[in-house]
């Protein structure tokens, strides 16, 4: 199959261009390097995809329409699995515009690409962050009406955007809810990362609201895993159009995260701990029952084995 990804260089998007390759795909990446919190870390993932065999690299911008529209007449993928956004929590609210044109513009310029070119199914990253003030565990059909942040908002709008191509232009879409994704080549932005970093350089970490708020921590492959058992089974209903959560299905509190990381590591970590932030949800927890009921998956790995394995590649990292 021929599969375009776009953030291709991004966390999710190189290991789901590894299993893709892996299994004789060919992949079109589209990535445009633009989030300056993960650009080095981007570069250093493409360096790994450059020269594998199936695999090509555009630089494109999927906020411009055109430059998409004729990427996508050249190549004719024949499923696409969009990845590329602006990402993060809290930057959303200090960068509002940037988030809107790229998380929703840029949707917007990938559904027209997808219609045009007939994509059999377009899988799209949605986000844990679209159940905002929810009670959890989440499920697929609860309310998610009331994101805490603007980073969610659009999440839920690209939702809303699928369901109305798939209804009036009949292209099959999946959107996946993505819960606290982890593990190697993850963001350094994000807390695990943050944490184990801090934690093996002998610095003090960062633990808002105590560490008591509850994630949902899902290891990168089994994210991977279950893009692909998705991605080979677009949705048949009337419109073709699913929403389903990718978590392991477990909230863990982030001081519990720490104290795998301080047993990993073999270090005590130097806490600080700083008022919880605005626009944080409390706890995320997944139930992945239509994930499995739809693929016959659900994650595998749990946050103890996760966390070894992070800290192995880290380790195997420094070492050269």
Known sequence: MRVLVTGAAGFIGFHVCERLLGRGDRVVGVDHFASSLDVNAGRARLARLLGTRGFLFQPVDITDGPALRELFAH?????????AARVGVRDAGSEPRRYTDTNVTGF??????????????????????????????????????????????????????AHAASYQQGLPTSGLRFFTVY??????????????R?????????????????????????????????????????PPHRVLNVGFGRAVALRDFVTLLEQGLGVSARRESRPAQVGEMDATWADTSALERETGFRPQVP?????????????????G
């Open 75 to 83: 190549e004719q993928p024949q499923a696409v699995v969009h990845l």
């Open 108 to 161: 917007l310029q990938v559904l027209e690409a997808c219609r045009e070119a007939r994509v059999a199914h377009l899988v799209y990253a949605s986000s844990s962050s679209v159940y905002g003030a929810g009670t959890p565990p989440f499920r697929e059909d609860a309310a998610a009406d009331r994101p805490l942040n603007l980073y969610g908002a659009t999440k839920r709008a690209n939702e809303l955007m």
């Open 198 to 238: 801090a934690m093996a350089e002998g610095r003090p970490l960062v633990l808002h609201g105590e560490g008591g708020m509850r994630r949902d921590f899902t290891f990168v492959d089994d994210v991977a895993e279950a893009v692909l058992r998705v991605l080979d089974r677009p949705p048949t209903g009337a």
């Open 183 to 196: 593990g190697p080549w993850g963001r350094p932005d994000m807390a695990p990362l943050l944490f184990l």
């Open 303 to 319: 946050v103890e084995e996760g966390v070894a394995r992070l800290v192995a590649w880290h380790r195997a990292l420094r070492a």
